[in-house]
């Protein structure tokens, strides 16, 4: 079963509006990872918070992690059609290499 | 500085014929991984390996096999191709954060 599971699945928003989107997970984590994927397209890292971290900011994305809850967020700031990808969260097992991904939130801006 | 490389980009398969998808990374990292991404779905973990010498099982393993040749090359395998497999493949490597390749879309007639 997935680590990761992002909520919700698609959204849609204007340009210059703030998009969030969440991810939950099932158990202890050294690090979580937030990436997007533009269509037929990789990965590209976004941004990534340790277990001992609470928040974390990177230009226009800021990152929130409650571990207690078992949770994440992402907040892109003053969306614009660029940004307009499938965004994913990726956690990792202490102890392991293993980065297993959540389902992925898609994001569409509208210009 | 090329970052993760995979080829083929593009690969058509009949059923029970293998074939190999490469993947090089030049950033000195230990950890690689292969993925297959299905359409709408999330990233499945195929296989990892951890360092140069050691392979792991991920979520989805059955039907690959992988090789690290070195620390640079993990190369994964297919030997008896079924429609199933049918996917995108993506290796990465990490440092701690992820790096991806570009993908190798194959279809698997």
């Known amino acids: 079963s997935q680590q990761g599971e992002e909520d919700p699945q698609a959204l849609s928003i204007q340009e210059g509006e703030n998009a969030t989107m969440n991810c939950s997970y099932k158990t202890s984590i050294n690090n979580l990872q937030w990436y997007r994927q533009n269509s037929g397209r990789g990965l590209v890292h976004l941004i990534l918070i340790r277990s001992n971290e609470r928040e974390k900011h990177s230009g226009r994305l800021r990152v929130t992690l409650d571990t207690s809850k078992k949770s994440s967020s992402l907040l892109i700031t003053a969306s614009r059609a660029a940004d307009t990808a499938s965004y994913f969260c990726a956690t990792v097992k202490p102890g392991t290499y293993k980065y297993i991904f959540g389902t992925g939130t898609r994001l569409k801006v509208l210009a | 500085n090329a970052g993760v490389t995979q080829t083929p980009k593009f690969q058509v398969l009949k059923t029970g014929q293998s074939m190999t998808l490469q993947c090089a990374q030049d950033m000195n990292h230990n950890s690689m991984y292969w993925y297959r991404q299905d359409p709408g779905m999330g990233l499945r973990l195929i296989y990892y390996?951890?360092?140069?010498?050691?392979?792991d099982k991920g979520e989805v393993p059955n039907g690959y096999n992988v090789s690290r040749l070195n620390k640079r090359e993990f190369s994964l395998r297919l030997e008896s191709a079924a429609p199933s497999q049918t996917s995108v493949y993506f290796c990465a490597s990490s440092d701690p954060g992820a790096f991806f390749g570009p993908g190798t879309r194959l279809t698997v007639l």
């Open positions: 390996s951890a360092s140069e010498g050691t392979t």
